[in-house]
Nanobody, 127 residues
Framework: QVQVVESGGGVVQAGGSLRLSCTTS????????MGWFRQAPGKEREGVSC????????YYADSVKGRFTISRDNAKNTLYLQMNSLKPEDTAMYYC????????????????????WGQGTLVNVSS
């Protein structure tokens, strides 16, 4: 059974930084592309960033490009999201998920991810 645990969220002022982590169990971590998603109150879940199995290729949503950096440590089965220059509109619950294949368009669709979601970690950016 695949389990996912996100951590690292918190309350931060606009312009600040946070680093999210995601640990997994029950799957061969380095065999899967991974993605970060977020869901703001009253909105649908959306893709933020995704990374290839090796970590060499990353894709970002336009809204976070240049501010967020996705990375992974396959030896630790851990995915990261470094978030800088945070804005109030980044406020959301953040989730990570494994993906069956790496595709620049599909990786941002929550429906493309493996159906094994964690509890998420809340990021709250105050203005």
């Amino acid at each position: 059974q695949v389990q996912v645990v996100e951590s690292g969220g918190g309350v931060v002022q606009a312009g600040g930084s946070l680093r999210l982590s995601c640990t997994t169990s029950g799957l061969i971590f380095d065999a899967y592309p991974m993605g970060w998603f977020r869901q703001a109150p009253g909105k649908e879940r959306e893709g933020v960033s995704c990374i290839s199995q090796s970590g060499k290729t990353q894709y970002y949503a336009d809204s976070v490009k240049g501010r967020f950096t996705i990375s992974r440590d396959n030896a630790k089965n851990t995915l990261y999201l470094q978030m800088n220059s945070l804005k109030p509109e980044d406020t959301a619950m953040y989730y990570c998920a494994a993906q069956p294949y790496f595709n620049e368009l599909l990786c941002f669709r929550p429906s493309n991810a493996l159906n094994a979601w964690g509890q998420g970690t809340l990021v709250n950016v105050s203005s």
